[in-house]
């Protein structure tokens, strides 16, 4: 079974407004990364925050981590077009070298 | 810098064909993994490895085979294709395991007719 759940599966908004993604997970982790994947190509990794850590910065990226209610979101702020992609968390467990992802979050920015 | 490299991108096979999915990286990784990549379920690691010479299976690993003979190849082979094996396959390196980003090829498109 998937250890990581993001929702919501879709969320379409306009230029300029914030999007949240949340993403939650099923057993104890050493990090939490984000992920970023445009239509056909491959994943590119965002911003990785770990388990002993609650909120970390990117430049228009906002990561919080709760490792009380096993869950994460990611805000980007001041959307862009450009930002259009599917959006994944991925969790590696504490006894583990595997990472394991959710289902993602399909963002739309409309111009 | 080519970073992680996948051949090929498009591939038909027949029922009960093999082949084998290439992957190489130039960044002198560690760690490399394969995924598969099914619409509504995710991406799910097949096989991994944490270094030349050893091999561990993921989620999803029968139907598969890997082996890891040098830093740089970490081929993924299927032994009978089957209907289910039509995915999109993801290679991804790492400098470490546990602690490091993942630096994915650009996929192979795999349909098994």
């Known amino acids: 079974s998937q250890q990581g759940e993001e929702d919501p599966q879709a969320l379409s908004i306009q230029e300029g407004e914030n999007a949240t993604m949340n993403c939650s997970y099923k057993t104890s982790i050493n990090n939490l990364q984000w992920y970023r994947q445009n239509s056909g190509r491959g994943l590119v990794h965002l911003i990785l925050i770990r388990s002993n850590e609650r909120e970390k910065h990117s430049g228009r990226l906002r990561v919080t981590l709760d490792t009380s209610k096993k869950s994460s979101s990611l805000l980007i702020t001041a959307s862009r077009a450009a930002d259009t992609a599917s959006y994944f968390c991925a969790t590696d467990l504490t006894h583990g070298n595997q990472f394991y992802f959710g289902t993602g979050t399909s963002l739309t920015v409309i111009p | ?113």
């Open chain 2, 1 to 113: 810098n080519a970073g992680v490299t996948q051949t090929p991108k498009f591939q038909v096979l027949k029922t009960g064909q093999s082949m084998t999915l290439q992957c190489a990286q130039d960044m002198n990784h560690e760690y490399m993994s394969w995924y598969r990549q099914d619409p509504g379920m995710g991406l799910r690691l097949i096989h991994y490895s944490v270094g030349a010479g050893i091999t561990d299976q993921g989620e999803v690993p029968n139907g598969y085979n890997v082996s890891r003979s040098t830093t740089e190849d970490f081929p993924l082979r299927l032994l009978s294709a089957a209907p289910s094996q039509t995915s999109v396959y993801f290679c991804a390196s790492s400098w470490t395991g546990s602690t490091g980003e993942l630096f994915f090829g650009e996929g192979s498109r795999l349909t098994v007719l």
